[in-house]
């Protein structure tokens, strides 16, 4: 017998959003261990809220809702809230109760901005790295390190001269105010030295490989372990062409290691300079040679260990982090302006790929 197509809106709901939710769904093991992380931080959130005034967004929301944003690439606030409307998922995910009202936009965003105030996003990606380490899934040995351009939220447009000292505020050079100017820089030398972004001032224009165009952006760094592929330290700096190989050396030396460790790298991280700082802090660098060997500061006595060819295999599967980084969570361009807040969800972005690479590592398929 055919039923009737009958539209009408139920008064009321049974059940909860809880019983939603399929017991083997991906997301109920990454909200266990987001769980896990955000109890650890009640201390850290104490520091960051007062005790007076209007209750704000949990910040334990906040957190979940970025993560929830970053996993199913969802590319602004406006679109999240709307997901969290109608979405059951995503609802559960960040704590909301099916009749609980959503946020305005510009409200998340406004006490999102609080996290990055209290450095919440490192100790949080610290806590998810601690995660991985109980659960004996990290190497504490072989180690990767790698670096990427991040994509600035500016145009080539607002990459104008500086403005000097001696200019006449009275009389400012003419710009073109509409929506999309015309500039002409042709046969104009170029640099970051004479030029910033009006969008963004602390992006830099950086060409990240030969023959590829050159973007403004940040650089963002990962160094990861070889056993499994986790992010086990990160930093987003600026773009400068000795920016990847400072900021290795300085995520590895504050890394108390009780025994000599190893580091593979490209070959853009071949310098004699580079090597011999690693040498310094302990750590055996298996960096690719240059084309040319006779510049190579990396001698046959590194070379003709077996670590070495299988650090050079190894080092390949920190480009996944970066592809899952990009495209999943949409740090290929970033959507906002400034270290600090780039950096942030840079940050954020790495624990969100552990947390998913600890999923598929400790849940059995069904």
């Known amino acids: 017998m055919r039923g009737i197509d009958v539209q009408q809106s139920e008064l009321f709901s049974y059940g909860s959003v809880e019983d939603r939710i399929p017991a083997g769904h991906p997301l109920r093991a990454i909200r266990t261990m987001t769980d896990d992380a955000l109890k650890q931080m009640s201390t850290r959130f104490d520091e960051i809220y007062g005790t007076e005034g209007r209750p704000s967004i949990p910040p334990e929301r906040l957190v979940r809702a970025v993560l929830i ?185 504050g890394k108390p290691f009780s025994r000599r460790v190893t580091l593979g790298a490209d070959r853009g991280y071949d310098t004699r300079a580079f090597v011999a700082a690693l040498r310094e802090i302990n750590v055996t660098p298996h960096v690719a040679q240059n084309d040319t060997h006779r510049r190579s500061a990396i001698d046959g006595r590194t070379t003709g260990h077996c670590g070495y060819e299988i650090s050079q295999r190894k080092r390949k599967r920190v480009e996944q982090v970066f592809g899952w980084m990009k495209t999943v969570a949409l740090q290929r361009k970033t959507r906002f302006r400034g270290l600090a807040r780039v950096g942030c969800m840079f940050t954020f972005a790495a624990a969100a790929y552990n947390l998913v690479r600890m999923r598929n590592l400790t849940v059995q398929p069904a």
């Open 69 to 253: 944003q970053m996993l199913y690439s969802v590319r602004s606030e406006r679109m999240l809230m709307e997901q969290m409307e109608y979405n059951l998922l995503f609802r559960w995910f960040v704590g909301l109760s099916a009749s609980e009202p959503v946020w305005h936009a510009t409200v998340f965003t406004k006490n999102r901005d609080r996290l990055l105030e209290g450095a919440v996003a490192e100790e949080f990606f610290s806590l998810i790295v601690e995660q991985a380490r109980s659960r004996k899934l990290l190497s504490d040995e072989h180690f990767t390190v790698d670096g990427t351009l991040i994509e600035a939220w500016a145009g080539q447009k607002s990459f104008q001269r500086k403005r000097k000292g001696d200019d006449d505020p009275l009389n400012p050079p003419p710009v073109d105010k509409s929506s999309n100017p015309t500039i002409n820089w042709h046969k104009e030398k170029r640099s970051n030295d004479t030029h910033e972004s009006l969008t963004d001032p602390e992006s830099r224009l950086y060409k990240k490989t030969r023959g590829a165009e050159a973007r403004l952006g940040y650089l963002g760094h990962v160094i990861t372990e070889n056993r499994n592929g986790f992010v086990v330290d990160m930093r987003l700096t600026s773009a400068t062409g000795t920016a990847e190989r400072e900021a290795a050396v300085e995520m590895l030396s």
